[in-house]
């Protein structure tokens, strides 16, 4: 079955400390993988996606992710995180034979304390 | 630009009722998906039209329809509401039928909906 798990449920980091986000995914073929984030009251925006190549990718606000065939893991990392970076993250993969059919995660919501 | 617009923010309907809920993709774009998220949870695919065509289907029950216009803004319906129909129903748009390297999907701010 064609699955994605967060297993953190809520992250509290410090500002200024690094973060990262675990996905783990369960997909009968290579698939396409994103990390998207959802502020309160807002709909939901791509960080970053991986196709194919180079297994690190980089994102927007300063994020990056890594693409681990073996573990079958798409973890997402940024080096310092800011206040404004709580929100909700959701991990997804989608079909690489066309479609928008994206399977997501349950999510982590990131709390930042000062 | 404006982005993907949802319409209404709000709406509160009663077991039993049907709702429509419209989006108009961002100006230029022909594909729209639409998702359901529940509280707590991930979005759940539920459809996505391309030129007006349906593209893809989630597991969702017959309740649930969608279609595209001429514009390619587009309604879900949702019949014989259940209390656990309640969630942001979440619109996206995209410039081509299928992910690629440049192709993105952009989501609305969505839709809240609560059955009593």
């Known amino acids: 079955a064609q699955s994605v798990t967060q297993p953190d449920i809520h992250i509290t980091v410090s500002e200024g400390a690094s973060l990262e986000l675990r996905c783990n995914y369960s997909?009968?073929?290579?698939?396409?993988l994103f990390w998207y984030v959802q502020s309160p009251g807002q709909g939901l925006q791509l960080l970053l996606k991986?196709?194919?190549?180079?297994?690190l990718v980089q994102g927007i606000k300063g994020f990056e992710a890594e693409f681990k065939r073996s573990q079958s893991s798409f973890n997402l990392r940024k080096p310092s995180v800011h206040w404004s970076d709580a929100a909700e993250y959701f991990c997804?993969?989608?079909?690489?034979?066309?479609?928008?059919?994206?399977?997501f995660g349950a999510g982590t919501r990131l709390f930042v304390k000062a | 630009d404006a982005g993907v617009t949802q319409s209404p923010t709000h709406l509160i309907k009663t077991r039993g009722q049907h709702v429509t809920l419209r989006c108009s993709p961002i100006?230029?774009?022909?594909?729209v998906s639409w998702y359901q998220q529940v509280l707590g949870q991930g979005p759940q695919f539920i459809f996505q039209?391309?030129?007006?065509?349906?593209?893809g289907r989630g597991n969702f029950p017959d309740r649930f329809s969608a279609r595209q216009f001429p514009n390619y803004s587009s309604e879900l319906n949702v019949n014989a509401l259940l209390l656990g129909d309640s969630a942001l129903y979440l619109c996206?748009?995209?410039?081509?039928?299928?992910?690629?390297?440049?192709?993105?999907?952009?989501f609305g701010p969505g839709t809240r909906l609560t059955v009593l």
């Open positions: 996206a748009s995209s410039s081509s039928p299928g992910q690629g390297i440049t192709d993105t999907q952009y």
């Open positions: 997909y009968g073929a290579t698939p396409y």
């Open positions: 991986y196709f194919s190549g180079d297994t």
């Open positions: 997804a993969v989608g079909p690489n034979t066309g479609g928008f059919k994206t399977i």
């Open positions: 100006s230029g774009h022909k594909s």
């Open positions: 039209y391309y030129e007006k065509e349906e593209r």
